[in-house]
């Protein structure tokens, strides 16, 4: 199965470069104060939701191997993969809860700023490599680790969904102090 109609490859880098943007603006005027703040609808503060911003491009690399590993194979293999993932959903929250209460004690501001540069300058050097034909490849996914997922991801589709993750947390900051 695969998508028929061409990815605006412009549009991608236009929504990387405005998040990178935005998370250099966010790290830059936050006061330690406000990192330390609850953020709105997660149990994490604000610091710990900026890593997990971050993290969501750190994955994508990964899922960008799982969709060119996974498209080339009968269909029933990744279908058995994604729901291997689904039922493994209780764990994947646990760690993906951890994960950043965890990396901000090690990452710090800077480090978070400087890796948000690489992946981007990374996903644009991989988006410009792709051809159409691989950007149209794609394999089932687990519907219940994250709602941008769908049951089939395509990897334009996996190219634009850091962008989607980074908006919806972006709205549960609470940076400016307002809940």
Same mark, same amino acid.
């Given at each position: 199965?695969?998508?028929?109609?061409?990815?605006?490859?412009?549009? $991608?880098? %236009? !929504?990387? *470069?405005?998040? =990178?943007?935005?998370?250099? +603006?966010?790290? %830059?005027?936050?006061? *330690?104060?406000?990192?330390?703040?609850?953020?709105?609808?997660? =149990?994490?503060?604000? *610091?710990?939701?900026?890593?997990?911003?971050?993290?969501?491009?750190? $994955?994508?690399? +990964?899922?960008?191997?799982? $969709? +060119?590993?996974?498209?080339?194979?009968?269909? #029933? $293999?990744?279908?058995?993969?994604?729901?291997?993932?689904?039922?493994?959903?209780?764990?994947?929250?646990?760690?993906?809860?951890? #994960?950043?209460?965890?990396?901000?004690?090690?990452? #710090? =501001?800077? +480090?978070? %700023?400087?890796?948000?540069?690489?992946?981007?300058?990374?996903?644009?050097?991989?988006?410009?490599?792709?051809? *159409?034909?691989?950007?149209?490849?794609?394999?089932?996914?687990?519907?219940?680790?994250?709602?941008?997922?769908?049951?089939?991801?395509?990897?334009? !589709?996996?190219?634009?969904?850091?962008?989607?993750?980074?908006?919806?947390?972006?709205?549960?900051?609470?940076?400016?102090?307002?809940?």
């Amino acid at each position: 199965m695969t998508n028929t109609h061409p990815m605006d490859r412009q549009a $991608v880098y %236009d !929504d990387y *470069e405005r998040v =990178r943007q935005t998370f250099h +603006r966010l790290l %830059d005027t936050a006061s *330690e104060a406000a990192l330390a703040r609850a953020t709105d609808g997660t =149990r994490w503060n604000n *610091e710990q939701l900026l890593w997990h911003m971050l993290f969501g491009y750190m $994955v994508t690399v +990964r899922l960008l191997f799982l $969709v +060119r590993f996974f498209g080339r194979l009968p269909a #029933g $293999v990744g279908k058995g993969f994604a729901q291997a993932l689904d039922a493994a959903t209780a764990l994947f929250d646990l760690i993906n809860y951890l #994960g950043p209460c965890g990396a901000v004690k090690v990452y #710090g =501001r800077r +480090r978070m %700023d400087a890796a948000f540069d690489r992946l981007i300058d990374s996903l644009h050097r991989k988006l410009a490599a792709e051809s *159409e034909a691989a950007l149209a490849r794609g394999m089932p996914y687990p519907m219940r680790w994250d709602p941008f997922f769908k049951d089939f991801m395509t990897l334009a !589709d996996i190219y634009r969904y850091p962008t989607q993750h980074f908006d919806f947390h972006h709205a549960q900051l609470t940076l400016d102090g307002a809940r």
